[in-house]
């Protein structure tokens, strides 16, 4: 009987990744940008060209979402950040200053770890792919063991890509015994330089834990703001359509509606017309113990299933023509199990008194979940979109637009990226969609402009503005003094 260690193989395997990844690196960094940018444009025309068949392999494997949607998420994944990234400089001299005799050089990270999703495999696959190649990196994935085979495909693709554009295809692996183990060697691996951290809460915790640099992204959990100056009809279809959407699987998706107290009837009506069903207390109840485990978190067995499929699983009845399941919430957190993220098409409702209210109802669900992620409004007021702006804790802020299109950067001029940075308020290491340009160092190149002797020299010498403003200072304190003699006179 043959016997082994998965563990050990594994561990070994990523070992095994990071030393071919970290030669072909080395290589990659000596070519010009031109050369990068074939590369790159090889794995995006490669994503295309194969982005059906990998969606009908997630969906399989996984279970989630909507192939079709799943198709347009890998095109996305590759064209769409290829398509703005391709004419960004990322080698070489990236800018100068020459009155003040700097410049400044793009140094690549070295190896980056990769850790993949189970709700978006394939495309996340393509795009971190590209950005880190693009950024002079290579990169090695460590993937989630329910989405295992449509990832190594993927790699396999992108492998061949860039075989194709006259690289070295180590620039990507994959471990193929996905264990705890293998993903912990990599992230703390010494040839690994930074983590890309894309899943679930638990996992970007332990990325940032590992003692490598890492850029992780919270939960999203964004409540969308219908205001009574939007296009009605209009915003309820982006939300339903982003709600939808691969069955709800991109975390910038909307997961709350908020309204003002007196729309609420119309709004409700709105969103029943377009396929919204609204449960009864009972219903409410039923789901709500289904749709959170135990421990508060969320109960896989929802995510990216249709309506239909949730309710089913939790033994209630539906309409067909059921699009969107809606609870009518009034509180957030324990106890309001429809105020946390749902990667599903199960949205909460909530109405409040005026704007104000709305606005503290959002923060308070923000601060709950979500921090640092996404905030999605309908409105044509600039004065209130400026007053929630102002106010909401999000890194990604989007008007008029889906959620989880807006968010990723597909209907907004954001970065395409599906690796959204929280921020500090959501512990995160950034606030931007993340891009090449968070994948590369800048090495700052400084001449002399001055010996100490001249620095002493301007030390001892205060300069003309500021002795003018010392001037008024004490014109000003005389002027003070002056009336304060008046008044104990008198």
């Known amino acids: 009987m043959l016997l082994y260690d998965k ?3 594994s561990v070994q395997e990523v070992r095994e990744l990071v030393e071919r990844a970290k030669v072909a690196q080395l290589e990659l960094a000596q070519k010009k940008q031109e050369d990068v940018d074939l590369i790159v444009k090889s794995i995006a025309e490669a994503g295309v060209r194969n982005a059906k068949r990998l969606a009908q392999l997630a969906h399989d494997e996984t279970g989630f979402g909507v192939v079709a949607d799943k198709e347009i998420k890998n095109i996305f994944g590759s064209k769409g950040v290829y398509d703005r990234i391709k004419d960004m400089k990322t080698i070489g001299v990236l800018k100068e200053d020459k009155e003040a005799r700097t410049y400044a050089l793009a140094i690549p990270m070295g190896v980056i770890a990769g850790l993949i999703p189970s709700t978006n495999p394939t495309s996340t696959v393509f795009y971190k792919a590209e950005i880190a190649i693009k950024a002079g990196n290579a990169i090695v994935f460590s993937p989630h063991p329910n989405a295992l085979n449509c990832i190594l495909e993927t790699v396999k693709v992108i492998r061949q890509a860039i075989t194709e554009a006259g690289g070295n ?30 899943g679930g809460s638990a996992m970007v915790r332990a990325a940032y834990s590992s003692g490598t640099p890492a850029i992780g992204v919270g939960p999203g959990n964004g409540p969308a703001y219908i205001e009574r100056s939007a296009n009605l009809e209009k915003a309820v279809r982006c939300i339903f359509d982003s709600k939808t959407f ?19 009837e119309a709004i409700q009506a709105e969103m029943k017309r377009q396929g919204a069903y609204f449960l009864n207390p009972e219903e409410k109840e039923k789901l709500g113990n289904f749709i959170l485990r135990s421990n508060g978190t969320m109960n896989p067995m929802i995510v990216g299933k249709s309506a239909q499929d949730i309710a089913t699983l939790s033994g209630i009845s539906i309409p067909e023509s059921t699009r969107v399941i809606v ?19 199960i949205l909460a409702f909530y109405a ?3 704007y104000k209210a709305v606005c503290d109802r959002c923060c308070e669900i923000l601060y709950y979940e979500g921090a640092g992620h996404t905030f999605i409004i309908h409105s044509e007021n600039q004065e209130i979109i400026d007053y929630f ?15 989880a299109m807006g968010g990723i950067g597909a209907s ?15 512990g995160s290491a950034t606030s931007e969609n993340v891009g090449p340009e968070q994948l590369y160092n800048l090495r700052h190149i400084a001449y002399g402009t001055k010996n100490m002797e001249k620095i002493r020299k301007e030390a001892s010498q205060p300069s003309e503005n500021l002795s003018c403003v010392q001037l008024q200072a004490n014109q000003v304190n005389e002027i003070v003094r002056e009336i304060i003699r008046q008044l104990e006179a008198v």
Do not use: W
Request: aromatic letters at 2%; a negative charge.
């Open 246 to 264: 691969d069955n709800g699987t991109i975390c910038a998706t909307e997961q709350s509606v908020i309204c003002d107290l007196d729309q609420k």
């Open 7 to 9: 563990d050990l193989l």
């Open 169 to 198: 295809c180590d620039l990507v692996g994959c471990v193929s015994l996905p264990t705890i183990q293998a993903t912990d060697v990599l992230m703390s691996h010494p040839d690994t330089s930074l983590i890309l951290a894309t």
């Open 412 to 426: 907004t001029g954001l970065m395409p990226s599906l690796t959204l940075g929280c921020g500090a308020v959501g």
């Open 389 to 403: 702006a102002k106010r909401v804790p999000v890194s990604r802020f989007i008007i008029n637009s889906p959620g």
């Open 327 to 345: 609870a009518e919430e009034d509180g957030v957190g324990r106890g309001h199990p429809y105020s946390n993220e749902k990667l599903t098409p």
């Open 352 to 354: 409040e008194k005026d």
